[in-house]
């Protein structure tokens, strides 16, 4: 019996460490590995994140979902694949994404230094040619659209190279896992953890 206590003595509290790990994983942050280089310069591929599961969507967020069910485009996509976004647009949000580059929301313009004006102008604007247009979004001057509620108008900030909202559509809140946040030494967390924000 004096053995079986001393034994439990330090299983138990390693199990109770497991849980506590386990349960604030499951909802409340982990980390999150950044694949490609949809979200360059802000971003870089392979750089770790943490995400936050319980933060805020707001414009401007960075955010992870879960692709599958989302972009139906790319066959590799798997039921554990997630991409990583910035908010554009949220539920019930007109958007019109003008030919200079500039994009209003609501009819007012928005901010985009986290990315350069070409990025803004020629990355957004010049679609890939392997895809089109995602139905629900048009963009150029004088085309509106706005995103359905519940659903979310996504980009990655290397427009050129960004597999997002305007090829596959809305994503959903039910596909969204959290809001991505990183390290306040990263020389970009301004333009990740609180951009555009007052």
């Known amino acids: 019996m004096k053995a079986f206590k001393e034994i439990m003595s330090w299983i138990l509290p390693v199990i109770i460490g497991l849980v506590i790990a386990l349960l604030v994983k499951q909802f409340f942050f982990s980390l999150v590995r950044v694949d490609g280089t949809s979200m360059y310069p802000n971003l870089q591929n392979n750089e770790r994140v943490m995400m936050l599961k319980q933060s805020k969507i707001q414009r401007n ?7 599958h069910g989302v972009d139906k485009n790319s066959p590799s996509v798997t039921e554990s694949t997630k991409y ?6 949220l539920p019930g949000d007109k958007i019109e994404y003008r030919n200079d580059g500039r994009v209003f929301v609501n009819g007012h313009e928005q901010s985009q230094s986290y990315i350069t004006v070409s990025q803004r102008r020629e990355g957004t604007l010049m679609l890939s040619s392997s895809l089109s247009e995602a139905p629900g979004v048009t963009l150029g001057t004088g085309k509106t659209f706005t995103v359905p509620k519940g659903k979310y108008f996504v980009l990655g900030d290397n427009r050129k190279n960004s597999n997002d909202s305007r090829y596959y559509g809305f994503v959903p809140k039910s596909k969204i896992d959290g ?7 990263n020389a970009k967390s301004n333009m990740i953890n609180s951009y555009g924000k007052k």
């Open 179 to 185: 809001v991505v946040k990183v390290t306040f030494w």
């Open 84 to 89: 990583v976004k910035r908010v554009i647009g």
């Open 61 to 67: 967020t960075v955010i992870v979902f879960n692709a």
